[in-house]
Nanobody
Framework: QVQLVESGGGSVQAGSTLRLSCVAT????????SGWYRQAPGMQREFVAH???????DHADSVKGRFTISRNAAKTTSYLQMNSLKIEDTGVYYC?????????WGQGTQVTVSS
């Protein structure tokens, strides 16, 4: 059974940097694409970034120029480099992986940005 485990979250001050990681284990099928969503308190989960099978990435307008998604060559680990963090970036960050027609989600990692 495929599992995704996120790490790298934490509490930082505005302007700081964090790098989130998402490691996939247990998959016997290749990961087609992966990405990140986030959910702030009382808000709906929102798209942050996505990287497809060809390595093409897409980022939400709110994070463009500050966040960068990447992955390792085996496509088993995705990363979210977050620079110039803002208070509004606070939330639980969830990674996902698309394997065949299935989407697998991680358990989330908390990111808290304070002034």
């Amino acid at each position: 059974q495929v599992q995704l485990v996120e790490s790298g979250g934490g509490s930082v001050q505005a302007g700081s940097t964090l790098r989130l990681s998402c490691v996939a284990t247990g998959s016997t099928e290749p990961i087609i694409a992966s990405g990140w969503y986030r959910q702030a308190p009382g808000m709906q989960r929102e798209f942050v970034a996505h990287i497809n099978s060809a390595g093409r990435s897409d980022h939400a307008d709110s994070v463009k120029g500050r966040f960068t998604i990447s992955r390792n060559a085996a496509k088993t680990t995705s990363y979210l480099q977050m620079n110039s963090l803002k208070i509004e970036d606070t939330g639980v960050y969830y990674c996902y992986a698309i394997i065949r027609e299935n989407t697998v989600w991680g358990q989330g990692t908390q990111v808290t940005v304070s002034s």
